[in-house]
């Protein structure tokens, strides 16, 4: 199995909900990512997660808060966003093992922000 | 930041034509990979290369690398309409655990 699954596909939601957008993997890749994707632009780092424990916060504003439950899955935490938070938020993941340098992308998450 | 940039052209080509963007970036490297976007979809990985290798190949895809001038190549040939998406380089450091992605090309495959 090498597929990243993310969920949902599509979010629209106000800036006083609060949402979690979720991303899985079992290729037992320890090393997560999540990303933000504006149109027509590179993906941008958010999150890093290396054995479940937070690695790398690309000083990401608190209204995104991550979570690495299990070594499969990882969540992003939504609350009180901002219209310009609308994007595409991918979620890769990677092997820890040396010479596994690339990385495995969900489908993303398209999230309107109202 | 940024590490790989590619030139910021977008590409039409005819079927069957070959496709080539080139990607330069700043610091000493690990890796530089290659990947595909296809519009709103996640990115697939294409092809690496190593810092300490030059050419690689894999199936209609080349890539290149020179660590000198700090540049890489990707080269479609025999272009499909299926090969239609945006391409991004990114760059992989010594011990580091993330990607540096470039600006992307899109490259638009007509039948």
């Known amino acids: 199995d090498t597929e990243v699954t993310q969920t949902p596909k599509h979010l629209v939601m106000g800036m006083t909900n609060k949402k979690s957008l979720k991303c899985e993997q079992h290729?037992?890749?320890?090393?997560m990512y999540w990303y933000k994707q504006k149109a027509k632009k590179p993906p941008e780092l958010m999150f890093v997660?290396?054995?479940?424990?937070?690695?790398i916060n690309e000083s990401v504003p608190s209204r995104f808060s991550p979570e690495c439950p299990n070594s499969s899955l990882l969540n992003l935490h939504l609350h009180a966003l901002q219209p310009e938070d609308s994007a595409l938020y991918l979620c890769?993941?990677?092997?820890?093992?040396?010479?596994?340098?690339?990385?495995?992308f969900g489908p993303g998450t398209r999230l309107t922000v109202t | 930041s940024q590490q790989g940039e590619e030139d910021p052209q977008a590409l039409s080509i005819q079927e069957g034509e070959n496709a080539t963007m080139n990607c330069s970036y700043k610091?000493?490297?690990?890796?530089l990979q290659w990947y595909r976007q296809n519009s709103g979809r996640g990115l697939v990985h294409l092809i690496l290369?190593?810092?300490?290798?030059r050419e690689k190949h894999s199936g209609r895809l080349r890539v290149t690398l020179d660590t000198s001038k700090k540049s890489s190549s990707l080269l479609i040939t025999a272009s499909r309409a299926a090969d239609t998406a945006s391409y991004f380089c990114?760059?992989?450091?010594?011990?580091?655990?993330?990607?540096?992605f470039g600006k992307g090309n899109q490259v638009v495959v007509i039948p």
């Open positions: 997660y290396s054995y479940e424990k937070l690695s």
């Open positions: 290729m037992g890749h320890r090393a």
């Open positions: 610091t000493s490297i690990n890796n």
């Open positions: 290369i190593r810092s300490n290798e």
């Open positions: 990114a760059t992989g450091l010594y011990g580091n655990n993330r990607l540096a």
């Open positions: 890769a993941s990677r092997t820890n093992f040396a010479g596994g340098y690339e990385q495995y």
